[in-house]
Every structure is written in C-alpha cells, then in structure tokens.
T-cell receptor
Framework: GQSLEQPSEVTAVEGAIVQINCTYQTSGFYGLSWYQQHDGGAPTFLSY????GLEETGRFSSFLSRSDSYGYLLLQELQMKDSASYFC???????????FGAGTRLAVHP | DAMVIQNPRYQVTQFGKPVTLSCSQT?????MYWYQQKSSQAPKLLFH???????NEADTPDNFQSRRPNTSFCFLDIRSPGLGDAAMYLC?????????????FGPGTRLTVL
C-alpha cells in the first residue's frame, strides 16, 4: 500500500530556515505534492515535484529524490504567518486521488 | 472569486439526525472529493466523483452518502450522525489533465454532533 512519513512537529524562529522531510512508499509514483493548512482553514497547494531536484517558488522550495523515495519542503526567511500544518501527498493512481501524510505542525516563534 | 464553496461553514446537528453538507465549484472540474478531517490529523478521503462516476473508499461507513446532481454541485449526506462524526468536512476538486495533481479545497464545514 501507500504510506508517507513526516515529522509531527517542527519549531523555528522568525527569519530562520526550516526543512520538513517526507518519505514515502508507493506501488507507483507520479509525483510528490505539498499542501499548507492554517488552523481552521483549508489545505492549499504549495508545490509539486515529479522529477528529481529542487523546485523553487519564492521563499518555499521543494526537493525530490525518487531513488530514495524522499522529499522535503524548505521554508526560508520564516514569518509568523508560516505557522501552519504542512502535508506531503502522493497520487494513489486513479483520478488525481491523493494520499496525505499525517502532517507536520510548524510553529514559528519571534 | 471563490472557486470551491461550502455551505454551511458550521453545522450543528443532534445525534442520529440526518444532515446534508453542500459543495459547489466554479472551476468546472471533472473530479470532486469529500474528505473528513479530525483535529491534528490528515484529511481522510471518503469518496470522489469523476463526472457522475461515484468512487467510494473501502473504509467509508455506509452512514455517509453522496450525490452529484451536476458538474457544479456535490452533497454529503450523513444519515445518522454519531458523536464520532464530529469533524471538519472538506470538499475539493481537481482536473484530471492537471499534471501537478493539484486539488482545490473549499473552506470546509465544521460539524458538531450533540
């Protein structure tokens, strides 16, 4: 079956850099996605990696190594508003059906 | 410019009293999903529609049903809510041709069962 592992919590200070890791086991791999969810809010799409390497979008970057079944989300110049839960996800075949990791709760402190 | 709309945002029901949650989308996406999310957990897929084709997850209780009368609307019916069904219910959409697997989520309906 499909499974994803990510740390449950990460703490950092404003202005710092934090990396949230995700390892996955899948029967077929299409790509690794990252979603952000603020408390009480909806998940929002952050990034997607189908190929090995780094994808950069502003302060956020995402990395994938398919040979290691591993990826990470890198958040730079942390701001208080980055405090949220971050989910990695992989497709479970079908029609863009996603399996989500348990989520990493990021707390950014002054 | 809301793209995925869920109503109501907060719903309170009584134990055993049927409740319906609604979702609409302006994206014209083929696929619509319903997720259940409990506190500090990942969204759990209940079922999804590809157009009118209904796909139920194997572990979704029979208590949960869904209807999709047209492309824009999708409903989640909970026939006899139990205390364990209190959760955030998220609707999402996607386009099968989207190479990034992006799902667009609505703001959710928080269900309280008394």
């Amino acid at each position: 079956g499909q499974s994803l592992e990510q740390p449950s919590e990460v703490t950092a200070v404003e202005g710092a850099i934090v990396q949230i890791n995700c390892t996955y086991q899948t029967s077929g791999f299409y790509g690794l996605s990252w979603y952000q969810q603020h408390d009480g809010g909806a998940p929002t799409f952050l990034s997607y990696n189908a190929l090995d390497g780094l994808e950069e979008t502003g302060r956020f970057s995402s990395f994938l190594s398919r040979s290691d079944s591993y990826g990470y989300l890198l958040l730079q110049e942390l701001q208080m508003k980055d405090s949220a839960s971050y989910f990695c996800a992989v497709r479970d075949g079908g029609y863009n059906k996603l399996i989500f990791g348990a989520g990493t709760r990021l707390a950014v402190h002054p | 410019d809301a793209m995925v709309i869920q109503n109501p945002r907060y719903q309170v029901t009584q134990f055993g009293k049927p409740v319906t949650l609604s979702c609409s989308q302006t994206l014209n996406h083929n696929v619509m999903y319903w997720y259940q999310q409990k506190s500090s957990q990942a969204p759990k897929l209940l079922f999804h529609y590809y157009d009118k084709d209904f796909n139920n997850e194997a572990d979704t209780p029979d208590n949960f049903q869904s209807r999709r009368p047209n492309t824009s609307f999708c409903f989640l019916d909970i026939r006899s809510p139990g205390l364990g069904d209190a959760a955030m219910y998220l609707c999402a959409t996607s386009r099968p041709t989207d190479s990034t697997d992006t799902q667009y989520f609505g703001p959710g309906t928080r269900l309280t069962v008394l």
